[in-house]
């Protein structure tokens, strides 16, 4: 039987791979899909999310392809989930305001695709309370975030923020020179 696990994965974290191990103990292919959107802005490009997921997957020993696909979409994940022959809805729980919205979301794909389940699955409490946008906050800050993502991630950050820090230095100490018009 196959699931999908859809996300941004912007970027995968420890919390997301916690519950990808666990539900590759109960299907046979798990569907990685990866949503693009092009009203969303994203911090990685749709290469580098798709890299990362990968990387971190092959790290963690998980046998890909024969247990892992990981593809992108766009688009409704009900309907995506009908093309690739998922049944099931792979979702992540950390708290009771998820719960909220991923109830709302699992009625609407019921109703848009009948036959569609969703499954929701808890992550370890030492990723309880992971987020990507948490991730992406505490890097920015300068944050240290290798207890929260794998280290490939975390070395994708430093080289992406390192760019963005020297990208500003210079616009800084170039606008910091006195005009020389009198």
Same mark, same amino acid.
């Given at each position: @039987?196959?699931?999908?696990y859809?996300g941004?994965?912007?970027?995968?974290?420890?919390?997301? &791979?916690?519950? &990808? #191990?666990q +539900? !590759?103990e109960?299907?046979?292919?798990v569907i990685?899909?990866i949503a693009?959107? *092009?009203?969303?802005?994203y911090l990685?490009?749709?290469? =580098?999310r798709?890299f @990362?997921v990968?990387?971190?997957l092959k =790290?963690?020993?998980?046998?890909i392809p024969n247990?892992?696909e990981?593809?992108?979409?766009?688009g409704?994940?009900? =309907?995506y +989930?009908?093309?690739?022959?998922? %049944?099931i !809805?792979?979702?992540? !729980?950390r708290?009771? $305001?998820?719960f909220?919205?991923e109830?709302q979301?699992?009625l609407?794909?019921?109703l !848009?695709? *009948?036959g569609?389940?969703? @499954?929701f699955f @808890?992550p370890?409490e030492?990723?309880?309370y992971l987020? $990507?946008?948490?991730?992406r906050?505490?890097?920015?800050?300068?944050? /240290? &975030?290798s +207890?929260?993502? *794998?280290?490939?991630?975390v /070395? #994708?950050? =430093?080289?992406k923020f390192?760019?963005? #820090?020297?990208?500003k230095k210079?616009?800084?100490?170039?606008? %910091?020179? *006195?005009?020389s018009?009198?």
């Amino acid at each position: @039987m196959k699931a999908l696990y859809a996300g941004s994965f912007d970027p995968i974290t420890n919390g997301h &791979i916690d519950i &990808i #191990l666990q +539900a !590759l103990e109960i299907f046979d292919i798990v569907i990685i899909g990866i949503a693009v959107n *092009p009203r969303k802005k994203y911090l990685f490009t749709d290469d =580098e999310r798709e890299f @990362m997921v990968v990387k971190a997957l092959k =790290e963690k020993g998980v046998d890909i392809p024969n247990k892992i696909e990981v593809f992108r979409y766009d688009g409704l994940t009900v =309907e995506y +989930a009908k093309r690739v022959g998922a %049944s099931i !809805l792979i979702r992540g !729980l950390r708290a009771v $305001s998820d719960f909220d919205t991923e109830f709302q979301m699992t009625l609407f794909n019921r109703l !848009l695709k *009948p036959g569609r389940n969703t @499954m929701f699955f @808890m992550p370890d409490e030492r990723n309880f309370y992971l987020s $990507s946008t948490a991730i992406r906050d505490i890097a920015k800050m300068g944050g /240290d &975030i290798s +207890a929260f993502a *794998p280290h490939y991630v975390v /070395d #994708l950050y =430093e080289r992406k923020f390192k760019k963005r #820090l020297i990208a500003k230095k210079f616009i800084f100490t170039l606008s %910091s020179f *006195p005009s020389s018009t009198p």
